[in-house]
C-alpha cells in the first residue's frame, strides 16, 4: 500500500516515516481545522467538503504562533487552501507552499501524509519507529 501526498507517495512500510493514528475521520469537521500533537510535533489537520484528509504544520511561519488549525479553508481552482489566521497568508494543503505571501517572501508549511483506513486518521512524520497500525 502507499499513500500519495503532495507531489511524492510514502509506502506504508517505509522506516524512515512513522504512523501515527490521530482521530476518527467522524470527528473532524468539514472545512475546519483541528490540532494535534504527535510526538512532540504540533500537526494541523483539515478534511475538506470532499473528505479529504490533509496536515500540515500547525506552526505559522510568519507569526510563529501555532494557530494554521484556525485558518480559513478554502481552494483555488482544484487546490484545497488554508489561509493563516493571523497575517492570512494561503498555502496549499496538499504540498504546504505559499500561493500568496502578502507582500512578503513565501515560506512554506510542512505537509505530512494522510491515510484514512477503516475510519482511522492515521498521519506520517519523519523519523524511523513503529508504523502505528497503517500497514
Not at 52 to 72: C, E, F, K, T
Amino acid at each position: 500500500m502507499s499513500v500519495e501526498v503532495g507531489a511524492g507517495v510514502v509506502a506504508a512500510n517505509d522506516s524512515t516515516v512513522t504512523w501515527h493514528e490521530v482521530c476518527l475521520l467522524a470527528d473532524l469537521s468539514r472545512e475546519r481545522g483541528a490540532a494535534a500533537f504527535l510526538d512532540g510535533v504540533q500537526v494541523a489537520l483539515f478534511r475538506t467538503h470532499d473528505d479529504h484528509v490533509y496536515a500540515v504544520q500547525q506552526l505559522d511561519p510568519y507569526s510563529a504562533a501555532n494557530v494554521m488549525s484556525r485558518g480559513i479553508v478554502g481552494s483555488r481552482g482544484v487546490v484545497p487552501t488554508v489561509a493563516s489566521p493571523m497575517y492570512k497568508q494561503v498555502f496549499d494543503l496538499r504540498t504546504g507552499e505559499c500561493l500568496d505571501a502578502v507582500g512578503k517572501e513565501p515560506k512554506p508549511l510542512a505537509s505530512y501524509a494522510v491515510t484514512v483506513l477503516d475510519g482511522v486518521v492515521r498521519v506520517a512524520l519523519p523519523g524511523s519507529g513503529p508504523l502505528g497500525g497503517a500497514g
